[in-house]
């Protein structure tokens, strides 16, 4: 029987990170996916192929609208779908066959079938070909994710009615495209076909998008999306979706009560996700999760059981990559003495629609429910050199500081780069930096990350240097 020190089922984000920082700290390492491929929904199903669908998207969009401001003349522009797919898929396979290759580098033995607990030691991994194979372990850690959610009665039948999965690989540019959710998914997506020529139509139970975020960020992407083209039915609720011949019909209620049918092609399904442990053998562990199927851990992700872990979705929270990542970390780390921390209110959010949408830290709404007395500093986009000079003039970034000591306490913006730009956010606010101090730091200029320190001159003395 094959023995390891750690075991980890899942080879997303969370779980591949994981594996390779303990053989780093001499582990005697392996990790178990079901899928003959590594990366997880996030390489396979989302972050990665949604990334490259909204680049892809977006070239199309600036050569179809854009290019003639700039001088670029051209005749007879069309759309290959089929390639567009094709190089998706050519990404997703290069950064899967970059995880076989960093396993390989590290010595970690990945174990491809699916994996059950048959007790607190033992896992019994049911590979494709119907071979049974058991692995002895002291340590084990689950990341095994999420998967789409639904709305009761709703039935994704995989091909007209579908989830994020079927959406980034469908046969044809739908002529009309209902969403169902106004996050980050059903944002992307939509951005995506809307580029491509799709009419799309969002419908969202909230009354505004992205409610996880600031309310200016939900607010100004609304009004660029619409811009854009994207219908909104926000304060609305799906009371049933059904087929009915070759169309999707979904009908919606309004706050005030007023019914609304919607007619598409497809329908997209993007109301969040839950927690994948269907088939881990939990149950034998006697592993305790919450009402909403969550594994339960304690500060250090451990389970009920002592020597099993759990990170990344799986266990709640924010459901992001980068969260599973620094809580696998966390975990290998701790089992050898060292002492990293997590900051979850540091953990950035990112919506990658054109402008970029980002945030970090406390929104204005979470400052006034705590009776927190606090500063905005706020500054557009447009009145940059550099927004002028590329065309990428929508957005703005918003500072929220402590109206007494002038720490950060939030970093909110939308605008070109916004994803990477918040990374300035995050290093400040980990050293608990002021609001003045971003306005000490020299940013190079032209670029888009004077507008953080132009917002933080607005937050500090109500002095930015270009409105």
Known sequence: MNAYDIAIIGSGPGGYVTAIRAAQLGFKTTLIEKYPTLGGTCLNVGCIPSKALLDSSEHYHQAQKNFSIHGILYKDLSLDFKQLIARKDQVVKQTCDGMKYLMDKNKINVHYGWGTFK??????????????????????IIATGSKPSSLPGLDIDKKRIISSTEALALAEVPKRLI???????GLEISSVYNRLGSEVVVVEFMNRLIPIMDHTLSKESQKILKKSGIQFHLSTRVTGVKMQDAEVIVKTETQEGKNIQLTGDYCLVAVGRKPFTEGLGLEKLGIEKDAKGFVLVNANMQTSVEN?????????????????????????????????????????????TWPEVAGVGKTETQLQEKCISY?????????????????DMDGLVKILADEKTDEILGVHMIGARAADMIMEAVTVMEFRASAEDITRISHPHPTFSEAIREAALSATSNRPLHI
């Open 308 to 352: 099993v872990y759990a990170i990344g979705d799986v266990i709640g929270g924010i459901m992001l990559a980068h969260k599973a990542e620094e809580e696998g970390l966390c975990v290998v780390e701790r089992l050898v003495g060292q002492k990293p921390h997590i900051d979850y209110n540091l953990i950035p959010s990112v919506v990658y």
């Open 119 to 140: 007790d607190k030691n033992h896992i019994s991994i049911y590979g494709r070909d119907k071979s049974v194979e058991e692995i002895e372990f002291r340590y084990a």
């Open 179 to 185: 969403v169902i959710g106004g996050g980050v998914i």
């Open 375 to 391: 500063k905005t500093g706020q500054f557009p986009m447009r009145a940059l050199g550099r927004a002028r000079a590329s065309g």
